[in-house]
């Protein structure tokens, strides 16, 4: 079974619109998670990361939140545009000798005009 | 520049045959990884290497092969063993300094997609 699973697999937007897209994750002991945003045929680009202690990290009109005792991450896009279609992976990394990453499905974000 | 490098975009694999997919960084990193990204799944790991001639068996690692001679390069083979290969094969680098290797960042390439003729 998947550790990291994320909802919804896919959603519409139209530009403008805010949409948050969500992960929960068993993965254990917890180090961090991150958030991925991957052009189609392109490799991930980090977008944030958040440790333990964090509840929430912004990165332009990107916000993640963390709830550690839920072990649930939501992801916010504000004001969406064009260029935010993509697919975005919650990635969530285990405290061991080599920091082994878990990966979502990803969520398919397409913004349309 | 710094980044990773994967060549070539695209590849097709025959019947029978052995393929094999670069992947470069200047970064100066120590890790090196290489996954699979198939439809609908996460990334999983093939192979992953800490250190210049060492590297270890990830999740999927039956049917493929990698060599870590330099600290820049990482390639991966996919032999005939692999039954199913068709998939965008991505590698990435990660720093290994710092308190906590977990905190840093894996850098991907811009992946390989692979498909059988």
């Known amino acids: 079974k998947n550790q990291v699973e994320q909802s919804p697999q896919s959603l519409i937007i139209l530009e403008g619109k805010n949409c948050t897209l969500q992960c929960n994750y068993t993965v254990s002991p917890f180090s961090n998670l991150r958030w991925y945003k991957q052009d189609t045929g392109r490799g991930p680009v980090s977008l944030t990361i958040?440790?333990?202690?964090?509840n929430t990290k912004s990165n332009g009109r990107y916000t993640a939140t963390l709830d550690a005792d839920t072990k649930q991450s939501s992801l916010h896009i504000t004001a969406s545009q064009l260029s935010d279609s993509a697919s975005y992976i919650c990635?969530?990394?285990?405290?061991?000798?080599?920091?082994?990453?878990?990966f979502g499905a990803g969520t398919q974000v397409v913004v349309t005009p | 520049d710094g980044g990773i490098t994967q060549s070539p975009k695209y590849l097709f694999r025959k019947e029978g045959q052995n393929v094999t997919l670069s992947c470069e960084q200047n970064l100066n990193h120590d890790a090196m990884y290489w996954y699979r990204q198939d439809p609908g799944q996460g990334l999983r790991l093939i192979y992953y290497?800490?250190?210049?001639?060492?590297?270890q068996k990830g999740d999927i690692a039956e049917g493929y092969s990698v060599s870590r001679e330099k600290k820049e390069s990482f390639p991966l083979t996919v032999t005939s063993a692999q039954k199913n290969p068709t998939a965008f094969y991505l590698c990435?680098?990660?720093?290994?300094?710092?308190?906590?290797?977990?905190?840093?960042?894996?850098?991907f390439g811009d992946g390989t997609r692979l498909s059988i003729l």
């Open positions: 290497s800490q250190i210049v001639n060492d590297f």
């Open positions: 990435a680098s990660r720093s290994t300094g710092g308190h906590y290797i977990s905190n840093q960042p894996q850098h």
């Open positions: 958040m440790t333990f202690s964090e």
């Open positions: 990635v969530v990394s285990a405290t061991d000798s080599w920091g082994k990453l878990q």
